[in-house]
């Protein structure tokens, strides 16, 4: 990874942060005021300014109108409310856009993206980049010794919309972005593997994007174009960047994140960061709501290397882009808020503060929804605030995490490439498979980069890990010789950076940690499954789904076969011996209860948790000296050794804890005499 500069550290003797994007522009002054004082009934400390409001700053070039957030900083900073301010550059204005039709960015297949939306333009256009300088160096000038002024939030939600464009000045940027990678025209014949399909290029004037052509594009040159588009949009947050350091270097900037996004290779953005933000948006209507919320807080926390995150955005209730936008059920928002705070995060934060009136986005729901104070929202929005309040400052403490995950972008712009064995394969589904089993197991996971220092985990899983580089996958080897615990999935260690096959037999450098050889794939079709059977089952009987693998045992040992299909009576899961470690493999998608029993004897000899969750649905999270006890799911009890006391109602609390949907607690440990 690039280290792009020494990091600031985001402020940690701060309480809690508390707030939300922030838009006063679509109001009249007089609803400044009542904002700022609901704000204080509500315990808001932190706002984001600015995020859509380019048009309303500027009005030409050199033109700006900074007035009336003058106005604005007053008035929060006399209520002692900090800013997040926005750079403003996600949504170019209608004169930039009309003065330079250029900068609206291209799909792949050629057509031109128009104006009326958000995010219209493309990252490598020269006149967007220039402007945007300008309007981040005129409010860094601004607002730079504002005593308000306590983050720099860049951009907004990089890629959402446009993760890749295609336009005539993306194919000369790509150009010079091969030759950096590649240095002469032979080693990017090399990468690609352009001897197939007669595609040996001679002049790095005839490389393109890879537009829509008559069937499958060339692999590497689509696992490239997702790299460079990525680093595209990096460099746009990078050249921003450049002017704050310049005018604020006292001022730490983000941007926000969007958990599992596939555009943005979030690991690579982190180093250039001073702390990581996520927007998380899950369906309340969902089962896997608080699943997925608590991966995309591990994920996170993983790729800022544990320092404290902020929650920048997420929904009191409903979103408005839905088929079917459900409102989040009583507590359901205070209970996923809280899981972001006990998995690292030092701020809860809304889009957005007042729902608006007009726009698209008008039922989107809002800290003050559109019914004002007379609304269940408000009254759970004020409920949070001095619950976080009540918290204090957590400063640097950090959530205890002793198993993790592989992740990695390069991996996941890869796998799911067409003209693959199956293309029903979705990276993240995976992962969360295998998320929810830990989460049954009572486990809080790391998501690590492939090739990161492994040695403080007791298991890592490498989850369909199919791109893995040479230095990685000696990595993930020496971890397990030394004495950790690994375990493999399906269609992983088959290719290395630049998408070749490894050769020998599947799965690559692997087959000696694993004991085993794959001689062919058996991908299941859609709906289809496979019985398992095996003492190791117990009483279970598993089953497994979408992928199985006919394997040959060189060394490994047997723990379950498939019982049906094509397959039936060949291994399906096995363990093998490496070094002081152990290795297993899992050739197919397995039910909950499997995937728990092969957790549970991975982790066997490492099963000290002081409070044992009762069901997936509730979640207990050390950070720091503070438990946090999460209901997700219906009503439970819940076992407590020792005495305890509630922080957020300074009540102790022993013995049985029943625990109702949605209910917090977060414990510290008395110590008697």
């Avoid at 490994?556 to 493999?585: D, H, Q």
Wanted: net charge negative; charged share 20%.
């Amino acid at each position: 990874m690039t280290v792009y500069s020494e990091r600031l550290s985001l402020p940690l003797g701060r309480p809690l942060y508390f707030g939300g994007d922030y838009n006063p522009e679509q109001w009249s002054r007089d609803v400044w005021q009542q904002d700022v004082e609901m704000m204080v009934e509500a315990a808001v400390n932190l706002v984001t300014l600015g995020v859509f409001s380019w048009s309303r700053l500027q009005s030409a070039p050199g033109k700006f109108d900074f007035g009336w957030m003058d106005e604005i900083f007053e008035l929060l900073s006399s209520n002692g409310i900090m800013v997040d301010l926005a750079t403003a550059t996600a949504s170019p204005p209608p004169w930039l856009v009309h003065a330079h039709p250029e900068i609206l960015p291209r799909d792949f297949s050629g057509r031109t993206l128009s104006f009326g939306s958000r995010q219209s333009y493309c990252p490598n256009s020269r006149p967007y980049r220039d402007a945007a300088a300008e309007l981040v160096h005129a409010l860094a000038q601004r607002y730079g010794s504002h005593s308000a002024l306590e983050m720099w939030h860049i951009n907004n939600e990089y890629g959402c919309h446009v993760t890749s464009c295609y336009c005539d000045v993306c194919e000369v940027a790509f150009r010079e972005w091969l030759v950096k990678r590649y240095v002469d025209i032979a080693g990017l014949n090399f990468a690609w593997g352009t001897t197939f399909w007669s595609q040996i290029y001679t002049d790095w004037n005839q490389v393109t994007p890879p537009r829509i052509a008559p069937t499958f594009s060339n692999p590497t040159q689509q696992l490239d174009y997702a790299r460079f588009s990525s680093d595209s949009l990096l460099d746009c947050l990078l050249e921003e960047r450049a002017i704050l350091r310049e005018v604020t270097p006292q001022i730490p900037v983000t941007t926000n994140f969007m958990g599992f996004f596939k555009g943005v290779d979030q690991f690579k953005w982190a180093e250039a960061l001073d702390f990581c933000a996520v927007d998380n948006y899950p369906d309340p209507a969902s089962p896997t709501s608080s699943l997925i919320s608590g991966a995309v807080g591990d994920l996170t926390r993983s790729v800022g290397q544990g320092r404290p995150w902020i929650l920048m955005e997420q929904a009191p209730s409903a979103v408005n882009w839905r088929e079917i936008n459900a409102p989040k059920a009583p507590g359901q928002n205070r209970a996923l808020s809280m899981s972001s705070i006990a998995r690292g995060a030092n701020g809860v934060m809304y889009f957005q503060w007042r729902a608006a009136k007009a726009g698209a986005e008008k039922f989107h729901s809002a800290m003050v929804p559109h019914s004002g104070r007379n609304s269940r929202v408000w009254r759970e929005t004020v409920r949070l605030g001095n619950d976080l309040k009540a918290l204090g400052s957590l400063g640097s403490s950090q959530t205890l995490v002793d198993v993790a995950i592989l992740f990695d972008w390069d991996n996941w712009w890869a796998i799911e490439l067409d003209s693959h064995p199956s293309t029903k394969l979705s990276y993240p589904l995976g992962i969360l498979d295998l998320y929810r089993s830990f989460a049954r197991a009572g486990r809080v996971v790391d998501f690590v980069h492939p090739g990161s220092d492994l040695s403080r985990y007791k298991v890592v899983v490498a989850a369909n890990l199919y791109l893995v580089k040479e230095d990685a996958s000696c990595a993930f080897v020496e971890y397990v010789q030394n004495g950790g615990v690994g375990v493999v999935t399906y269609f992983s260690g088959i290719v290395d950076e630049n998408d070749h096959v490894y050769l020998g037999g599947y799965p690559g450098l692997w087959r000696e940690l694993l004991g085993i050889e794959i001689e062919e794939f058996s991908p299941l079709a859609i709906g289809e499954s496979v019985s398992l059977k095996g003492e190791f089952l117990q009483l279970h009987g598993g089953s497994g789904q979408q992928w199985s693998d006919s394997i040959n045992l060189v060394g490994a040992e047997v723990l379950v076969s498939f019982g049906s299909g094509r397959l039936e009576g060949m291994p399906a899961i096995t363990k093998n011996a490496f070094g002081s470690g152990k290795a297993y493999y899992v050739s197919t998608s397995l039910d909950p209860d499997t995937w728990g029993l092969v957790l549970t004897d991975a982790l066997s000899g490492h099963e000290e948790i002081a409070i044992r969750p009762t069901s997936e649905d509730v979640e207990i999270i050390n950070r720091g000296n503070l438990v946090f006890i999460i209901n997700h799911g219906l009503k439970t009890n819940l076992s407590l050794e020792g005495d305890w006391i509630d922080v957020l109602t300074k009540c102790e609390v022993s013995g049985e804890l029943s625990l109702e949907q949605y209910d917090v607690y977060v414990l510290y440990r008395l110590i008697r005499e």
